[in-house]
């Protein structure tokens, strides 16, 4: 098993950036696949960031350019970089492990507006 704790939602202006983490109980090394999805009001959830655990990375069109997935498996952590905010990009983020099954965060809400 693995708890998923993320930080560093907020509000940003159009145009700004934010750093969103995502703390795991447990190592993460041996995590097949970690992400960053989303979900907005009356909309489904969706992917906008995926890196496994040969750090291969993977974005849909909308985010490509200006979001940026890491991890760093020293301190069981999964960063998201986000420039270039749009008020599309308002939504809650969610963490995502694939271990044997799906495991989430609780969500950070992020909020682009001006």
């Known amino acids: 098993q693995v708890q998923l704790v993320e930080s560093g939602g907020g509000l940003v202006q159009p145009g700004g950036s934010l750093r969103l983490s995502c703390a795991a109980s447990?190592?993460?090394?041996?995590?097949?696949?970690m992400g960053w999805y989303r979900q907005a009001p009356g909309k489904q959830r969706e992917l906008v960031a995926g890196?496994?655990?040969?750090?291969?990375?993977t974005y849909p069109d909308s985010v490509k350019g200006r979001f940026t997935i890491s991890r760093d498996n020293a301190k069981n952590t999964v960063f998201l970089q986000m420039n270039s905010l749009k008020p599309d990009d308002t939504a809650v983020y969610y963490c995502?492990?694939?271990?044997?099954?799906?495991?989430w965060g609780q969500g950070t809400q992020v909020t682009v507006s001006s």
């Open positions: 995502n492990a694939y271990f044997g099954r799906n495991y």
């Open positions: 447990r190592s993460i090394d041996s995590i097949n696949f």
């Open positions: 890196i496994s655990s040969g750090s291969r990375t």
